[in-house]
Structure formats: structure tokens, C-alpha cells
T-cell receptor
Framework: DAGVIQSPRHEVTEMGQEVTLRCKPISGHNSLFWYRQTMMRGLELLIYFNNNVPIDDSGMPEDRFSAKMPNASFSTLKIQPSEPRDSAVYFC????????????FGEGSWLTVV | DQQVKQNSPSLSVQEGRISILNCDYTNSMFDYFLWYKKYPAEGPTFLISISSIKDKNEDGRFTVFLNKSAKHLSLHIVPSQPGDSAVYFCAASGNTGGFKTIFGAGTRLFVKA
């Protein structure tokens, strides 16, 4: 299996621009997670989907952030407009939605907003 | 409100000695606990886990201990090796309104040769 695939790996953008991060979960997994890693907060859960439906988006920092999962094999995290404080590593992860299952991470998308 | 806490941002240990990483949680609905290891420029990778019905799980040099009454778990690495130098994340999951996995802030382990 190819694992969780994220793109782009690195993005540098100017403040105010729209940023779209993409994720392909592991085939057969029915839960998908978006996390953000920062020095101050470690790994923060932003949003979680189950069977393509958003279940908990309480971690999304503000309305500038949105996420979609149009089908079982694709999800996007969008930031519009982006700000310098959004600079972080964004991880996508997937798992079977049963407690006691491991979640598997992609390699992350490194975002720098200047 | 941090439901999973790793209060030590870093830990330095001599090669060959024991490394002990600690984690506390607040939500009693968590019933599965995991440790992940992260190298720079890579995604976190699963290391070891423990179910709430156990108090210890061992895998080679890695052992996780769970104290449910104290809502505390720890990861022991014996003997520590320089290749163990990484950031270690503690995580907890359970049916807390969806089977989401919550992570701590991480502890950076340095193993000195």
C-alpha cells in the first residue's frame, strides 16, 4: 500500500493568497484526520471525517480554514486568505474508525506564509 | 483544554541508559493509548500502543505502562540508542463523540553517544 499521500510537500506563499493542501488516505480506511504541528502546540487536531462526513471541526482555528472530503480517496484543507501565523506543517492521517486502531500519517505539507 | 499532556518538552539521556517519557490525560473515555515517533521532515510513525484493559505492553526495547487511576502512561526505552533521538508523541483515542485520536505536544529525546 502506498500509505497516506499528501501534496504539496512544501509551499511558500504570500499573505492573503489561497492555499490548498491535498490528501489521499490509505485505501479502505474510513476515517481521515487533518493535524497541524507547531512548536508551541505540538500536533493539533483540526478536523476529522468519518465515511467522508465531517464529524468534528472544533479544532479549525477560524473561518479562514475549510476542509472537504468529496469521496473516500481525497480530501482538501483550504486556507483563504492565508496569514503568516498559519505557517506550520500540516499532516493528514487515516485509520479504520474503531477505537484501538492505529492512525497512519502522511509525510506532511510544509507551509510558509510570508 | 489539553486532554493529553506531555509536560517535558525535552529529555537528554546517555546511550545505554533508560529513557522514560511521561504522558497524562484527562478524559476517562479514552480507552486506547499510543506512542508515535517523529524524525525531522517525516510524518509521525506508530511505535507502540496499549489498551485500557492492560497495564503494560512490551515490544523489544520499548515498554508502555498505563496507570488508569492516575490517568498516566509512560514509555520506557531500554537500552537507549542514538537512533532513538526523535520527538515522541503520546496519543489517546476512544469514543469521545467520535473515535478521534488526540495527541500531546511531544517530547524531544536526545540520546548522547
Amino acid at each position: 500500500d502506498a500509505g497516506v499521500i499528501q501534496s504539496p510537500r512544501h509551499e511558500v506563499t504570500e499573505m492573503g493568497q489561497e492555499v490548498t493542501l491535498r490528501c489521499k488516505p490509505i485505501s479502505g480506511h474510513n476515517s481521515l484526520f487533518w493535524y497541524r504541528q507547531t512548536m508551541m502546540r505540538g500536533l493539533e487536531l483540526l478536523i476529522y471525517f468519518n465515511n467522508n462526513v465531517p464529524i468534528d471541526d472544533s479544532g479549525m482555528p477560524e473561518d479562514r480554514f475549510s476542509a472537504k472530503m468529496p469521496n473516500a480517496s481525497f480530501s482538501t484543507l483550504k486556507i483563504q486568505p492565508s496569514e503568516p501565523r498559519d505557517s506550520a506543517v500540516y499532516f493528514c492521517a487515516s485509520s479504520f474508525d474503531i477505537s484501538g486502531n492505529t492512525i497512519y500519517f502522511g509525510e506532511g505539507s510544509w507551509l510558509t506564509v510570508v | 483544554d489539553q486532554q493529553v499532556k506531555q509536560n517535558s518538552p525535552s529529555l537528554s539521556v546517555q546511550e545505554g541508559r533508560i529513557s522514560i517519557l511521561n504522558c497524562d490525560y484527562t478524559n476517562s473515555m479514552f480507552d486506547y493509548f499510543l506512542w508515535y515517533k517523529k524524525y525531522p521532515a517525516e510524518g509521525p510513525t506508530f511505535l507502540i500502543s496499549i489498551s485500557s484493559i492492560k497495564d503494560k505492553n512490551e515490544d523489544g526495547r520499548f515498554t508502555v505502562f498505563l496507570n488508569k487511576s492516575a490517568k498516566h502512561l509512560s514509555l520506557h526505552i531500554v537500552p537507549s540508542q542514538p537512533g532513538d533521538s526523535a520527538v515522541y508523541f503520546c496519543a489517546a483515542s476512544g469514543n469521545t463523540g467520535g473515535f478521534k485520536t488526540i495527541f500531546g505536544a511531544g517530547t524531544r529525546l536526545f540520546v548522547k553517544a
